[in-house]
């Protein structure tokens, strides 16, 4: 049904048929994910939907089942491991929402059953359950409000917490309810629940809006309202508008499941080569069974298929280590340690809050340096919601107040002369400012500190004034206050009457007529008074451009002036105006008045006509200006998060005014920028409909900034093109939900993607009136448009929830309004101004160092697996590993995994205050550019370079196992041993290679790694070890290192293959700030491609040196061949094989080439 | 041992964590935490990697010409004697063969050295085309039976099927190697230009790894008589003689630490291997070569059989240097790698002095 039907206290309706109770859900909040019963079974689904983790299952499977060369062990136990670590961390998450559900839902609240207030838990709250409220407490639920303590049947409310709006919002019973809730019976017809926040529909009687009172508002003012439940638990609007917290994936993750699938297809394609080219072999008469190695009765019963089967999966087994289980766990604990460092930091540390930076999730850590476009909230984040009167201009003389001077004189004239009728004017000015607003006193006695967010500090000043101002707009209080700091004191409305303290202490009275609303379309508010002494005047007070055109055109150029001074500044200005009404033009106003307010049609066109029309000829007093003061830094951050090449949109549930004053301060807008409005006024029109207007608005602000525009190359922006129009950006929440989702036969992609391009082409967006709903809708938008940039949202309010779980980094504010922000986001940061090193130093490190784990991992991995493929066509295809069960297990365990876990924790690459300095440095790893397929098909090819000259190296010399002094020879394992050796040193010195920033640490892991694993080596082949099945290790290194050819061999190979890489880095562009040392660069052309992570020359050369290296190989063939005649059989099938390789190598330089 | 100290950390941030601490969280401001630990950042350049080129070709093209002497200064002799050639001198034997047959098969394979064979001379035999590496045949062993275990004797590693028992006992030693130990004998004589022929003497020790033969192979205790340690074990199904009859003159040298065995034990690394058998020490006088020039004849008692996988039996002589024999390749790559770093040194040279000072003048107004 598209309503429901609620039963005040569950009292059935004298005259309704059937009192049919209806089922709702109940008031819990469930944000938790598992419970304790579906924790195991739910979570390990979860996790093994991960492809790698069902990889690894899988592989553990058959290691399991099959008979397989490596024990099930080497993959099980990382496995196992990941899964635990993995899960207890999920465990840990989910048990610290369940108890913040908790806290809410045990939340005691006082309900009304039956005459009696009954204490029951939040949870326990039914739809139509009467519900009391008290001063300060959050609404448990949606509820209508059927009675207030308040004699006029008024609440204030504050949904800072909702939508980040702190100033008090007035809420109206219902009218004519029976004032004892006894007796009352009533039903409440209303819709279903929906997200909209700024959108009820209430049709019964006269309930709106203003009838109802949400969930997470604060009741402020105050002392206690009864409300009916409307809405409860899932169903409040707070809760549609929070979104499910997915797990977010960072993109780096994405690219290595693509890497991961490449390496899968790599691995497939091996093990089924080489079941291929085993059961060609075995084809051959005698060699699959020759006499001297029998099967076993089983094997041989065995179905060849089967068979088959079996051995495609032992190779899988075999060569399971070139994708590499540890990676992940290396990963997992770069992200978790490395994650520390953001809390850790002492630059994030707030000495006002007395706390530094938060880390809710680790995974993300690499995406803070990816990202391309920032949704900013305006309240609190960009701003501190401060406002704060900073100076005046009456009849172009400016007024500065200047905290020095005492009280009453603080008033000063810096560039002006004080005479007489200046000062008359001063005073009409500041009477002016007195009236016309729409500011309530807030009664003394009542607990007034409690609401910081109005500027109430300021007032901490004078404690035997403990006043406060309530008003729906902080700026009007700005101006109050900035009124009474000059002497005139508002000290409140009572029955119609204004009163006034001036600076003699007197008290002035004015008899309020009429107010003339504010509204964002007229952009200027009016009051009409009288004076005690029957004069009639009004005030008037807004938007320079809504007030210059009703003055007299001589007083404006005097203020015009300041006021774009002002305004450039970042300042709010207001412009102030008044006009002195005769009886007769008042009587006029009046009864127009009164009758456009009481018009039952068009009553809106009719009032906006009647303000119009009284609003003319004033005369114009002077101009004000509010800062909202910006968060420390704010414009230095947005400048340098551009400067990064991302782009800033603010997002704000705020006016459009001040939003885009906000913009101007932060230095997103500046001066020169055009700005393209896409708002409620904008698509005012008398011609044309409104979405008429959207299209013609879209096509036309399409083609000034798209079509028009120069093509720019990406992530070049404003520092790089001033000699192009900037644009900026605004559209407003009504504006834009016409776009996401037009009227009847508009077509929704085509809007949707010309608002887009639009925004794209912008430097600044500004979207107000959001709800925050829609703000993850233009987050979402952004998200999967093409390229699907990284997003990042950042806001303090619980109104920035869903934003903030919508990017792909959801930063949260520990700013005033409440936690729930901070407890919603990836990190939390005390002050904005952090966010320009977290993305700048941190993310990019933090970038740089997963992407180069990452890319070592595979690298590593790859030319560990390569020999052992290589050994399968020396072995008849047999499985049989080429290294020890124990190097194999420990290669990535102990070997090879600590160096890279300290790279990735340690490195920089560039210093942390270079890449502070230099935002521009940002872009070089812009688009995931290390982790793209460029540098991993040099990483691929440098695994397999390296991993060739491993094995063929050492099959050279194996050419005559003879190696020692004493003529005894070396087996298989010392021919695994040596390859090994090489192995573990060169990845180790790989990596030595690549770190540019060496710690202690840094030298006591690389080092530290290598030492041990000799040492292991020693140990592990020095005894016979009970528990073993083979000793096939035993004093095999010893023999080893007393060989002098083997040490010969293993330096060169070590030399061989680290030297493309020695080159590499020496030929490499110079990049960034080392630029100034000596470097050098080849000549080629294609060099000066820097956005390139690798010129191609580089792989011109890595490719020649492998075809210098096959070359000579080839040569000492030759002489090999020529030396011994005898041996030429085998040596002329390895010949083939190299030809073979050396053609395919030689059609990759071809292709590389070109 | 890093994560274990971050982990204490986090306990402490949890516990000052409640209201009634008064401490800070401030976080501490260690030049570890604040990622400004000291470090050595060392940035490749020409400057330092020219030299480095240059070094590397100074130091490996010498050691490089020096291996390729002395690897040719080894002496090395290689003869076939499989019998595949309907003319050699073991094609009858080779023909003949089965593994039931009593009467041993011998044939005598003549042979010139050109040169002659100082110092000690190594003689090796060699088998291509068998796979000692085959997965199948490395793990069919049992470690624990070689290493003198009782229970393992009785009871051997199921590992070793099917070469692990017959008649309803166990072998010993069990598995596929084991049982296909090489068993050819081979004998060398010189044959004096004055016709008469003079047995030359091989040594069948200081063949195998000192370690394996003293440590990893040990023959089951109880008893010296190895027949009766032994008793409870039935032979390897190919083997002749039992494991206690393989060199019953020396004790030293018999049953699992039979150098011979040991040496067949350690699976070789390619199909075509090469296998120490026994050493020829060099004359005592040290006037005389170990093996002047003349002619050779090698005679062998031909038991096993490698035509059904078209495998190849090889004898070879060598000598031996500090390097082990002879095997050019480790040379020749470093000639040839000390020769590339050498060119890359000194087209980076110029390069660097053609290219490197334009653009680094290019690049600091950026």
């Known amino acids: ?1154 | 041992m890093m994560a274990s100290s971050y982990n204490a950390k986090d306990e402490d941030a949890v516990g000052s964590g409640g209201p009634g601490a008064v401490k800070s969280k401030k976080p501490d401001n260690t030049a570890f935490k604040q990622q400004r630990l000291p470090a050595w950042q060392p940035i490749l350049t020409a400057g330092t990697v020219l030299p480095a080129f240059f070094m590397i070709g100074l130091i490996f093209i010498p050691i490089g010409i020096g291996l390729l002497v002395t690897s040719n200064n080894i002496k090395e002799f290689e003869i076939d004697y499989t019998g595949v050639d309907m003319f050699s001198p073991c094609f009858n034997c080779s023909q003949n063969y089965s593994w039931n047959s009593t009467s041993a098969c011998t044939c005598s394979v003549p042979f010139t050295l050109d040169q002659p064979f100082e110092s000690n001379v190594f003689m090796y035999y060699g088998l291509s085309n068998f796979y000692q590496n085959h997965r199948r045949y490395v793990k069919s062993r049992d470690d624990s039976q070689l290493n003198g275990d009782k229970s393992s004797l009785l009871n051997p590693s199921k590992e070793c099927e099917p070469y692990r028992t017959s008649d309803k006992k166990s072998i010993a030693p069990c598995g596929a190697i084991a049982n296909s130990l090489f068993n050819d004998t081979l004998e060398l004589f010189y044959i004096h230009p004055n016709g008469s022929r003079i047995t030359i003497h091989l040594v069948k020790t200081g063949i195998a790894w000192w370690t394996d033969k003293h440590v990893k192979f040990r023959n089951p205790g109880g008893n010296n008589n190895l027949s009766i340690v032994f008793q409870e074990t039935s032979k390897p199904v190919n083997w002749h003689k039992a494991v206690y009859e393989l060199d019953p003159s020396d004790p030293e040298n018999n049953g699992f630490i039979n150098e011979d065995f040991i040496v067949w034990m350690r699976t070789a690394a390619l199909p075509t291997f090469r296998k120490l058998y026994r050493i020829i020490q060099k004359k005592k006088d040290n006037m005389t070569p170990t093996l002047p020039p003349g002619n050779y004849s090698l005679e062998v008692t031909y038991n096993y059989p490698v035509r059904s996988f078209d495998g190849r039996k090889r004898m070879i002589l060598s000598t031996i240097s500090w390097m082990g024999g002879k095997n050019p390749f480790l040379g020749i790559a470093y000639i040839t790698v000390g020769s590339v770093c050498f060119f890359l040194g000194v087209v980076l040279l110029i390069i660097h002095h053609k290219y490197g000072n334009r653009n680094n003048n290019a690049d600091i107004p950026n």
């Open chain 1, 1 to 1154: 049904s598209f309503s429901r039907t609620i039963y005040v206290g569950h009292r059935p309706c004298p005259d309704t048929e059937a009192f049919i109770p209806s089922k709702f859900c109940d008031n819990r909040i469930v944000s938790s994910k598992y419970t304790v019963w579906n924790f195991l079974p739910k979570n390990l689904f979860e996790q093994f939907r991960r492809i790698a983790n069902f990889y690894f299952l899988i592989i553990f499977l058959v290691q399991v089942i099959v008979d397989t060369p490596t024990s099930p062990v080497t993959s099980g136990l990382p496995l196992f491991f990941v899964i635990t670590v993995t899960a207890i961390k999920q465990g840990y998450e989910d048990w610290l929402r369940h108890k913040a559900d908790k806290e809410v839902n045990k939340y005691p609240v006082t309900v009304l059953e039956d005459g009696r207030s009954v204490k029951k838990e939040s949870e326990k709250i039914k739809v139509g359950d009467v519900v009391e409220v008290v001063e300060d407490e959050t609404f448990p639920c949606d509820l209508i409000l059927l009675q207030s303590s308040r004699e006029d049947g008024t609440c204030f409310v504050t949904t800072a917490s909702l939508d980040g709006e702190s100033n008090h919002k007035t809420h109206y019973t219902v009218p004519d309810t029976e004032k004892d809730l006894q007796a009352l019976t009533a039903t409440i017809e209303c819709e279903q629940p929906q997200p909209d926040l700024y959108k009820h529909n209430l049709p019964f009687l006269s309930l709106g809006p203003e009838n109802l009172l949400l969930k997470g508002a604060t009741l402020k003012n105050t002392k206690k309202i009864y409300g009916v439940a409307v809405y409860t638990g899932m169903e409040t609007k707070m809760a549609l508008n929070y979104q499910g917290k997915s797990q977010k994936r960072s993109a780096v993750e994405k690219s290595i499941n693509a890497f991961l699938l490449v390496y899968l297809c790599i691995l497939i394609s091996k093990a089924v080569v080489c079941t291929t080219l085993k059961y060609v072999w075995q084809s051959k008469e005698g060699q699959d069974e020759p006499w001297y190695n029998q099967k076993t009765q089983k094997e041989k019963d065995s179905n060849m298929y089967l068979k088959m089967f079996t051995d495609f999966l032992s190779f899988m087994v075999l060569f399971n280590f070139i994708i590499p289980v540890s990676m992940y766990v290396t990963v997992e604990m770069q992200k978790f340690l490395g994650s520390f460092f953001i809390t850790w930091d002492k630059d994030f540390f707030d000495p006002e809050i007395q706390e530094g930076a938060l880390v809710n999730t680790s995974d993300l850590n690499e995406e803070l340096g990816q990202v391309e476009y920032v949704f900013t909230d305006k309240t609190g984040t960009l701003t501190q919601n401060n406002m704060e009167f900073i100076e005046c201009c009456i009849d172009g003389f400016q007024y500065r107040y200047r905290d020095t001077q005492s009280e009453l004189d603080g008033f000063t004239v810096t560039d002006g002369p004080v005479n007489k009728l200046q000062q008359k004017k001063e005073e009409l000015f500041l009477r002016a400012l007195c009236l016309c607003h729409t500011v309530q006193v807030k009664e003394a006695g009542s607990e007034v500190l409690a609401d910081q967010v109005d500027g109430i500090d300021g007032l901490l000043l004078q404690p035997e004034e403990e006043r406060g101002f309530i008003a729906s707009s902080p700026d009007e209080i700005a101006l109050v206050k900035g009124a009474m700091k000059y002497g005139f004191t508002f000290l409140g409305l009572e029955s119609k009457s204004m009163k006034i303290k001036n600076r003699q202490n007197d008290i002035e009275e004015y008899k309020l007529l009429h107010v003339l609303n504010f509204d964002p379309v007229r952009r200027r508010m009016s009051v009409i008074v009288q004076t005690t002494s029957g004069e009639t005047l009004l005030f008037c007070k807004g938007a320079d451009s809504s007030i210059f055109p009703r003055v007299r055109p001589e007083e404006v150029d005097r203020i015009r002036m300041h006021v774009e001074r002002n305004a450039t500044e970042g300042y709010r200005t207001l412009c102030v105006a008044y006009k002195q009404l005769s009886a007769e033009e008042y009587a006029m106003a009046d009864t127009g008045l009164r009758e456009a307010r009481l018009a039952l049609q068009d009553r809106e066109e009719k009032l906006m006509a009647m303000y119009n029309q009284v609003e003319m000829g004033m005369s114009l007093i002077g101009a004000t200006a509010v800062e909202d003061r910006l968060q420390e830094e704010a414009a230095e951050t947005m400048e340098a998060l551009q400067g990064a090449g991302m782009k800033v949109w603010v997002l704000t549930g705020d006016k459009m005014e001040t939003a885009k004053s906000t913009c101007y301060a932060c230095r997103l807008f500046q001066r020169g920028t055009e700005l393209l409005e896409l708002t409620v006024r904008t698509l005012e029109d008398e011609r044309l409909k409104r979405d008429e207007k959207l299209h013609e608005l879209l096509q036309e602000y399409h083609r000034k900034a798209v079509q028009d525009a120069p093509p720019v190359k990406a992530g070049v922006t404003r520092s790089w093109s001033t000699a192009n129009q900037d644009y900026g950006f605004i559209i407003d929440g009504a504006t834009l939900s016409l776009v996401m989702n037009p009227p009847r036969d508009a077509d929704a992609s085509q809007y949707k993607s010309l608002f887009l391009q639009i925004c794209q082409n912008c430097t600044a967006v500004l979207c107000c009136r959001m709800a925050p709903l829609q703000k993850a809708q233009i987050v979402k938008m952004v998200k999967n448009s093409k390229g699907s940039p990284i997003t990042l949202s950042i806001g303090d309010g619980a109104n920035d929830v869903s934003m903030i779980l919508e990017a792909h980094v959801g930063i949260g504010i520990k700013g005033k309004e409440g936690r729930q922000a901070v407890r919603n986001s990836d990190y939390a940061v005390p002050k904005l101004k952090h966010l320009k090193k977290l993305l700048l130093a941190h993310g990019h490190l933090y970038y740089v160092r997963i992407a180069h784990l990452v890319q070592y991992f595979f690298y590593k991995n790859l030319c560990f697996i390569l020999p052992q493929f290589l050994y399968q066509f020396f072995c008849g295809y047999s499985q049989q590993p080429l290294y020890d069960a124990a190097y194999l297990t420990m290669y990535n365990i102990c070997f090879t995994s600590m160096p890279i876990l300290a790279y990735s924790l340690l490195e920089q690459h560039t210093s942390i205050e270079i890449l502070l300095d230099n935002a521009a440095l940002y872009r070089e790893i812009a688009n995931n550019a290390m982790l793209r397929w460029h540098p991993f098909l040099y990483w691929t090819v440098l695994g397999i370079f390296q991993g060739l000259m491993f094995f063929f190296g050492v099959r050279f010399l194996f050419s005559n196992p003879a190696l020692q002094d004493n003529g005894q020879v070396f087996g298989n394992w010392s021919y695994g041993t040596i390859v090994f050796t090489v192995l573990v040193f060169t990845v180790t010195l790989k990596l030595a290679l690549d770190t540019r920033h060496w710690t202690w640490i840094n030298h006591f892991v690389i080092w530290g790694s290598l030492a041990f694993y000799v040492f292991f080596s020693f140990f592990w082949g020095g005894i016979i070890w009970p528990f073993l099945k083979q000793q096939r290790l035993y004093f095999v290194f010893a023999n080893m290192l007393s060989s002098v050819s083997a040490w010969l061999v293993i330096i060169i190979l070590i030399l061989l293959s680290l030297l493309p890489e020695i080159l590499l880095v020496v030929l490499r562009k110079p990049r960034g700030p080392h630029s100034r040392q000596v470097y050098f660069s080849l000549p080629f052309p294609l060099l000066s491609l820097n956005s390139s992570f690798l010129p191609y020359p580089s792989y011109f050369l890595i490719f020649s040196l492998i075809y210098i290296l096959f070359c000579s190989s080839f040569i000492l063939h030759h002489v090999l061949t020529r030396c011994d005649v005898t041996q030429s059989q085998p040596i002329t099938r390895y010949l083939k094989l190299y030809s073979y390789v050396k053609q395919w190598l030689v059609s990759l330089l071809v292709a590389g080439l070109h």
